[in-house]
């Protein structure tokens, strides 16, 4: 295992409760969080755990959870005029959406060997 990874920083817990108080972005956040969790433990009879899933499944998750994101973005994308009132014609949406499929794997590829940097050679032969 790499030892080079380092343990999250601890900090203080502070009250989130009264800070979103003077956030909408923090409410809305908390509210969704919330929202989530209820709903998880409606539907599978407790919160998310680590250890639901192996690290492939969660990478496979992940992906999935992506693949939808493009999907929501390219449907606000088609629906927003620019700067200058007009829609995105056919080709400038096909290049913007390679540049988010192109952002995406980058990401799915440092959360990679991110995690492959920590976890060591013992996770590769998982996924």
């Known amino acids: 295992?790499?030892?080079?990874?380092?343990e999250p920083d601890k900090i203080e817990a502070i009250d989130l409760t009264s800070i979103a108080r003077d956030s909408s972005v923090l409410s809305a956040l908390m509210?969704?969080?919330?929202?989530?969790?209820?709903?998880?433990?409606e539907k599978y009879g407790s919160a998310v755990q680590a250890t639901d899933l192996t690290p492939r499944q969660w990478i496979e998750h992940l992906q999935d959870e992506m693949v939808d994101s493009l999907v929501y973005l390219e449907c606000l994308?088609?629906?927003?005029?620019?700067a200058a009132g007009t829609y995105l014609s056919g080709n400038e949406l096909r290049r913007t959406s390679d540049d988010i499929i192109h952002e995406q794997r980058r990401t799915?590829?440092?959360?990679?060997?991110g995690i492959d940097s920590c976890i060591g050679e013992p996770f590769r032969g998982t996924v």
């Open 77 to 82: 994308k088609q629906s927003m005029p620019d």
């Open 31 to 41: 509210a969704r969080l919330s929202n989530q969790t209820r709903k998880g433990i």
């Open 108 to 113: 799915l590829h440092d959360a990679y060997y």
């Open 1 to 6: 295992m790499n030892t080079n990874c380092k």
